[in-house]
């Protein structure tokens, strides 16, 4: 899923006005209700923001209504690509099968998730994930394999003119080619096993809320870009448990503080053309 398109430098309000607007209505009004995600209605809208007493423009009203339409659909088609547990353990042992990457398939790592007993498996959307990164460079050239840093260790930095100009304050799930002076970083956020939506997944929401400030700050004072990607999946997880979360995460995407986000299957389709543009 990409931003919608020119939606934000088409806005007629503010475009921080209207951020926080967006962001205060869904505290106040809600981001979904039985099972559904919520379209504000004007009269709704316009009752809040009096009740707050917060000026009302009709041109940021119609804007908003708009936008809460376009975000419902956009969300209700991504939710037909996340994947259950079984879905996703199965395109896992397709791909690791597959004779494309049978002459790589040792030297691509495969973590474990930090489930205990029976529930200990691969992290199968991680695995799918490093091996379709393998997969894009090696189409177009395998000496490229040791640009990926599948797991980075450390913080990722940025060098320019010989001095250190930034520092994330997390660490990122991957990066492209390294994670000094990276093109390119993901995060992940698979959760097949949960039974509830804890403070642990919303916490996830946040982080990358964090590092997308960082990075947007970075493009403006040093015009240096980084490509940010967030990818999730558990259908129980995110749909049937988290819309307010996933309604949070089209909300950054659309702020410019990710680039994309891909849901589930989508990539089969999405993540290849990303790596493949990165390299």
């Not at 809600?30 to 007493?53: C, F, M, P, T, W």
């Not at 939506?197 to 004072?221: H, W």
Request: hydrophobic share 35%.
């Amino acid at each position: 899923m990409k931003p919608l398109k020119n939606f934000t430098n088409s806005l007629k309000s503010d475009p921080n006005e209207f951020w926080a607007t967006v962001k205060y209505l869904g505290d106040c009004l809600g981001y979904a209700k039985r099972g559904n995600i919520l379209v504000h209605s004007e009269k709704d809208i316009i009752n809040q923001l009096h009740k707050a007493k917060l000026p009302i423009n009709s041109n940021t009203i119609t804007e908003l209504q708009l936008y809460f339409k376009l975000r419902k659909d956009a969300l209700e088609t991504a939710s037909n690509h996340l994947m259950n547990l079984e879905q996703a353990k199965t395109l896992f042992y397709e791909l690791k099968s597959d004779p494309a990457l049978a002459t790589i398939v040792n030297d691509i790592p495969f973590p474990k998730n930090k489930q205990k007993g029976e529930k200990r498996a691969y992290a199968y959307f991680t695995g799918i994930i490093n091996m379709l990164t393998a997969y894009s460079i090696i189409s177009k050239d395998v000496n490229r394999l040791t640009n990926i840093n599948y797991d980075p260790r450390n913080l990722a930095t940025y060098t320019t003119h010989e001095k250190l100009v930034f520092t994330s304050s997390r660490r990122f799930d991957g990066a492209i080619p390294a994670i000094s002076n990276p093109k390119l970083v993901w995060e992940i956020k698979e959760y097949y096993y949960t039974t509830s939506f804890g403070s642990r997944i919303a916490d996830g929401v946040y982080e990358t809320q964090l590092d997308g400030f960082e990075l947007k700050n970075l493009r403006k004072s040093q015009n240096i870009t980084i490509q940010h990607v967030f990818l999730v999946d558990a259908y129980d997880t995110w749909w049937n448990q988290g819309k307010p979360y996933l309604c949070r995460i089209f909300d950054t995407l659309n702020q410019g503080l990710v680039d994309e986000v891909i849901f589930g299957d989508e990539v089969l389709t999405e993540w290849p053309k990303i790596i493949q543009n990165v390299i």
